[in-house]
């Protein structure tokens, strides 16, 4: 029976909510890791029996094994959105995670890379020739300029390219429809990477491929995002995330409007895109101690 019931959450998760691939995957595993639990601390149970306390007492297993608050939160997540999807299909009549708390996140102001050190970083890589450094360079180029996530560059195609109206068309979380605005500067670079992709036969509609035709993996966008990044930042996080969380910074330290950053993030809330005033707010704190009379600096 509980085998049953979270395959057909996992397939409600994929055909219905469309979530992606590696969300459906990473639900599935914080399921698997609960009913080991419970196999292992509970012996016999079924779907209907399960409570309160067992919930509880999974979490703080995982709190004594030294998880973090982010991962808990994450698998308390899991298990609220799959015990909710048994509710509503008929399978049990109480969720026994309803009263179900999470530990506090340790508030973190995101990573970013100043903005001086992203000039140098590109001016560093200007006169990139052959077909992985021009691509390299763009990739990193258009995280930045853009704020997309490592996924949406990966699945992006050519055909998502509008070189007349200067933007790009991204499918986004649920596959959410959104379009970025991008520079003159950018349709140029995509323009040469483009003419470097023909002159070396690669014909693949994604748009970021391997010398082999092949689509881009997660794993080597962060490689190359990494490396880039390791000449200008001494930042332990060196990820494609840091780039969306520079974008964001940027715009609004440069006076962007917030809803508008927010629209281009393809955020659903506002509050999701306010951590990033936070940073606006330091430099507002260190531009007033620096030349207010009466700041005590």
């Known amino acids: 029976m509980v085998e049953g019931a979270v395959n057909g959450f996992i397939s409600y998760l994929s055909l219905q909510k469309r979530f992606s691939p590696l969300t459906t995957k990473n639900y599935l595993s914080d399921l698997e890791q609960f009913f080991s639990f419970l196999n292992a601390e509970i012996g016999e149970y079924s779907i209907s029996t399960i409570s309160y306390q067992y919930i509880r007492s999974f979490v703080a297993y995982l709190l004594d094994k030294g998880l973090s608050p982010v991962s808990v939160n994450r698998k308390i997540s899991a298990l609220k ?43 560093q890589v200007d006169e990139a020739t052959d077909f992985e ?26 055909r998502d390219i509008d070189f007349f109206n200067l933007h790009v068309k991204v499918l986004g979380k649920r596959s959410k429809e959104r379009i970025i605005p991008i520079s003159i500067q950018l349709k140029n670079q995509l323009e040469i990477y483009l003419a470097e992709k023909g002159n070396n036969s690669l014909d693949s509609p994604f748009l970021f ?24 930042s001494s930042n332990r996080k060196k990820s494609p995330h840091v780039l969306r969380h520079t974008f964001a910074t940027h715009l609004l330290n440069n006076g962007a409007d917030i809803n508008a950053v927010k629209e281009l993030f393809g955020h659903s809330n506002l509050s999701a895109t306010q951590i990033y005033t936070h940073n606006t707010i330091e430099k507002l704190k260190k531009s007033y101690n620096q030349a207010h009379p009466r700041s005590g600096s």
């Open 133 to 158: 450094s021009v691509r390299n360079r763009l990739i990193v180029d258009l995280l930045y300029q853009t704020g997309m996530r490592r996924a949406e560059v990966l699945g992006l195609k050519e």
């Open 81 to 123: 959105s799959f015990f909710k999807y048994l509710v509503k299909d008929g399978q049990i009549e109480n969720n026994p995670t309803q009263k179900i708390q999470g530990p506090k996140k340790p508030k973190r102001l995101p990573v970013f890379i100043d903005e001086d050190k992203i000039g140098t970083l590109f001016s």
């Open 209 to 232: 491929v391997t010398t082999d035709n092949k689509g881009l993996t997660a794993g080597r966008i962060t490689t190359i995002v990494k490396n880039m990044l390791s000449s200008v």
